[in-house]
């Protein structure tokens, strides 16, 4: 089966699929766009990245995520 979004991540580009281990490399990479399951089993985008610095940061994440489940997909939904 294919993996699938996780319904936790906030509308936009990037968002984290249910292979999630929940590792925590992500949060440590993307401190600010990324949060965890109320039991820690997995992570989900929080935040979309409101500037170059948090995009960088999040690619960063998906650079060393060792289950490969945060995902790009479509432009950036910025409200701003």
Sequence with gaps: MAAQKLEDNTPGKYYVT???????LCFAYALQNFMYA???????????PADQREEDDILKAISVCP?????????????S
């Design 38 to 48: 109320g039991d820690s089993s997995y992570y989900y985008v929080l935040e979309q």
């Design 18 to 24: 249910d292979d999630c281990n929940g590792c925590g």
């Design 67 to 79: 289950m490969d489940c945060i995902k790009s997909d479509g432009e950036l939904v910025n409200p």
